[in-house]
């Protein structure tokens, strides 16, 4: 069976309970990482609010005690909570223990529907990514036929209560702060920290969907869907000041006002007015509006990877203060660890408005620019590199009527740049898709860039 294509994908593991995920390959994946992490190390699991996921818990920990791993159950956490336990001493978390992790596994499906699953891996504080997701399942596949054994052996430890502690501490000064809040955990796991976190903080806010349902009865848990919103919108509309909203797992936020709702490269441009000449780093579906006033107010603002693995690892290269995509995912350095954390974003959020910051003003300050969100353009998982390298090839020589090209930027995909916008053309790394997205300051050349890649598209796909 080819894995790669169904379950093994560029930024972690991830298909349908039974079907791809099952007993076999589950216990084959938790040892063949055991045997990647190395004999003897620790490795500790978080898992979210889907029916399935004990279950998948139990499997894993079957295939990393096998590979001689020592195997810990923080239990129901949201993904923060996990990569936190990556970064603190054992004892914290169980008062018999002391050391440290060797490495996490967090049990989800993010914002996939119900029947999907999977796991988001870190070993040694590094993201699991990429060609090492794509090496383990061809080692899975050469080993189908190895047997392992039940062994449900692990040791229970509380990361939960030592991360709620962390913000109660770090966000102290939050006390006495004067809005109305409305949450929308969409019945993901972020509710379960943030309630504790809000209530210690002795913060008004009003609770949508805050208990854990893997089911997602309410709506679905993408905050990046404008519909998955809308509950919070209403709310917010009557009787609140601010409104967040988070995704399955707790690593992606959406941040409302009662005029706008601030995009993750708007967010970053806010969070980095507390922060010294910070370096920031965006993916290549960020607005130019980001790159531009980061730099006009004396920031390093760096372009790259879509993808939270990708920015995880530039930012520690470059030693980044905060990186951000679109979506919502916000990665603090500066006071922090470096990963995507949706709750710790709110919290760093309410901080700059207790300061004085005027959201909207923010947002309303940035020079206009008129901009699509993600169109996708259906391809296969084979064909899809293939037509990248021929829209290259095509976008050097362009037809006569082409807007005209100031700069090319290939780090990830195509990002054409034009003299009053840019448009963007990526393969996507786990869908089958390309993906595109315009910006203009003039609304009308949005269409304008959006007709003639789209152009450029058709003509490498008859090409191929």
């Not at 990361?159 to 809005?179: A, H, P, R």
């Not at 910006?439 to 003509?459: A, G, M, P, R, T």
């Amino acid at each position: 069976m080819d894995y790669k294509s169904t379950i093994f994908r560029e930024y972690d593991i991830r298909g349908i309970f039974e079907q791809d995920l099952h007993k076999k390959s589950v216990k084959l994946i938790g040892y063949f990482l055991g045997k990647k992490i190395g004999g003897s190390k620790r490795v500790a699991i978080g898992f979210d609010a889907r029916a399935h996921s004990p279950k998948l818990k139990d499997w894993l920990t079957s295939g990393l005690n096998s590979s001689g791993c020592e195997v810990f159950d923080m239990g129901m956490v949201a993904t923060p909570v996990n990569y936190f336990a990556n970064y603190q001493d054992l004892s914290q978390f169980n008062n018999t223990l002391s050391g440290k992790i060797d490495g996490s596994i967090m049990i989800t499906g993010s914002h996939n529907p119900p029947e999907y699953n999977g796991f988001k891996i870190t070993i040694d504080k590094k993201p699991f990514f990429g060609e090492d997701i794509y090496a383990l399942g061809r080692e899975i596949e050469k080993s189908w036929d190895l047997e392992i054994e039940d062994n449900l052996n692990s040791t229970q430890i509380d990361v939960k209560s030592s991360y709620i502690d962390f913000m109660l501490n770090e966000f102290k000064e939050l006390k006495g702060l004067e809005k109305e809040l409305i949450v929308d955990c969409g019945n993901g796991v972020a509710g379960v920290v943030l309630e504790d976190i809000f209530n210690g903080l002795e913060l008004k806010y009003k609770g949508l969907y805050c208990n854990p349902d893997g089911n997602f009865p309410n709506h679905h848990p993408d905050p990046s869907v404008e519909e998955n919103l809308k509950d919070l919108k209403e709310e917010l509309s009557k009787d609140g000041d601010l409104g967040f909203a988070y995704d399955g797992d707790g690593d992606r936020v959406a941040i409302l006002t009662k005029k706008h709702n601030i995009k993750g490269d708007q967010m970053a441009l806010i969070f980095a007015l507390g922060i010294k000449n910070p370096t920031v780093i965006g993916e290549v579906k960020c607005s130019q509006v980001m790159y531009d006033e980061l730099e006009r107010r004396g920031a390093k603002a760096v372009m790259y990877k879509t993808g939270h693995s990708n920015l995880k690892v530039k930012m520690k290269e470059l030693n980044a203060d905060l990186a951000c995509e679109v979506s919502g995912h916000i990665f603090f350095k500066h006071r922090y660890f470096g990963f995507d954390d949706a709750i710790y974003a709110t919290l760093r959020m309410l901080e700059l408005v207790k300061s004085g910051v005027d959201l909207d003003k923010e947002i309303e300050s940035l020079p206009k620019v008129y901009s699509t969100d993600e169109m996708k353009v259906e391809t296969t998982d084979e064909q899809k590199f293939a037509l990248m390298d021929k829209i290259k090839e095509l976008l050097q020589n362009p037809p006569a009527n082409f807007p005209e090209i100031v700069d090319i930027i290939t780090v990830d995909g195509v990002r054409i740049n034009f003299k009053d916008g840019w448009g963007l053309v990526r393969a996507s790394n786990t869908t089958p898709l390309l993906v595109t997205r315009f910006e203009s300051k003039d609304k009308n050349l949005v269409k304008v860039y959006e007709e003639s890649i789209n152009k450029i598209i058709k003509d490498a796909k008859g090409k191929l």
